[in-house]
């Protein structure tokens, strides 16, 4: 039974902003969260991280549902990357559970959809939009649970992707001064052109097998970009909401290749194709293209002709499984089921 079915048909929306990081779902998700009806949430990182399929029949008792909500509460307030601890939230999260109907704290993922819309009614919002990338491996799962589910999901060149992914360890220092250093260590590590590339094949292939839901709505970011007025009406179009002015001006903030710039909105147009500027060397763009290339032809990204340099291809092929299981113990605490995570990346 879906969980939200005795509410009407609107308030059941729930939107969820899914593709492979660095995709442009941080800006999808500010996009959306200047709608009067919607209220955008932080990464909450409740899939994979805090729930696995294999628990979804599983009864909570009041104690651990309050627990689940405290941590959401501090992950949702305080930053995915810079949480503290969750039970200074308990109080509220008592609260909360206390004045839900009974049978919202049955499971992980009615506890979920209880902190969801208390955070959204809290906002003076009606509709909860959870903008997590890596909720893309769970597509399936989120449509068979919520029959109202929205889902957008950002498709976006893998080579400004391995580029945004190749600085983005430098975002502490481009205005998210909130980033802890171990965070910018973890993202240098978890570099590699080969596994971000490979990441990104999985990515796309996870949503392409819902590419003909009419709940889910794939974007490349590329096209948003460029033409933000049109896709935003057709997305608003989408999620059966009208479409408002406000959308378009949200600040330019979260670049991993420049400063962050608040005081200036609206959508960058020169934010596409930072690749061909610099920051890979051609046999970065090489492997890129070389393991994307199927899926780069079907979303009409153009490969260029670049001369491999075999001393670096050899650096590559030999750090990779350094590469691989530095970043294996640095986000194993991250994964709630680590069988089910690998092999839904894989």
């Not at 970009?225 to 909401?241: A, M, N, S, T």
């Not at 393991?291 to 079907?298: A, V």
Request: net charge positive; proline share 3%; hydrophobic share 40%.
């Amino acid at each position: 039974m879906d969980i939200s079915e005795k509410l009407p048909k609107i308030e059941k929306r729930i939107i969820f902003i899914v593709g492979n990081s660095r995709s442009g779902t941080t800006m999808m998700g500010r996009i959306l969260g200047a709608h009067p009806s919607i209220f955008t949430f932080h990464e909450l990182h409740f899939f994979e991280q805090l729930w696995s399929s294999h628990e979804r029949n599983s009864v909570l008792d009041t104690n651990k549902a309050e627990m689940l909500i405290a941590r959401l509460l501090c992950i949702h307030r305080e930053g995915y990357l810079t949480q503290g601890k969750p039970k200074f939230f308990l109080n509220e999260a008592k609260a909360i559970i206390a004045n839900s109907d009974e049978e919202n704290i049955e499971s992980s993922i009615k506890v979920f959809d209880s902190f969801l819309r208390y955070e959204t009614k809290k906002e003076g919002k009606t509709i909860p939009c959870e903008h997590t990338p890596l909720n893309v491996f769970y597509i399936g799962e989120i449509l068979d649970l919520y029959s109202e589910a929205r889902i957008i999901n950002m498709i976006r060149d893998p080579r400004d992707v391995l580029l945004s992914q190749k600085r983005k360890w430098k975002r502490r220092f481009l205005g998210a001064k909130s980033i802890p250093l171990k965070e910018a260590c973890r993202s240098w590590i978890n570099y590699h052109p080969i596994t971000i590339s490979k990441f990104w094949n999985a990515a796309v292939n996870a949503a392409d097998k819902y590419s003909e839901n009419e709940h889910v709505f794939s974007l490349r970011f590329e096209d948003l970009i460029k033409d933000p007025d049109v896709y935003v009406h057709k997305i608003c179009e989408f999620l059966g909401l009208s479409f408002n002015e406000s959308m378009l001006n949200v600040p330019q903030v979260g670049s991993s290749s420049g400063f962050d710039n608040p005081e200036k909105k609206g959508i960058n147009s020169e934010k596409t194709g930072n690749w061909r500027k610099g920051g890979l060397n051609l046999t970065e763009i090489y492997l890129c293209q070389k393991i994307t290339r199927f899926l780069m032809d079907r979303y009409c990204y153009t490969s260029v002709n670049v001369k491999l340099n075999y001393i670096k291809l050899i650096y590559y092929m030999l750090s990779l499984p350094i590469k691989l299981l530095m970043a294996f113990m640095l986000n194993i605490k991250r994964m709630k089921n680590i069988k089910e995570t690998i092999k839904k990346r894989l």
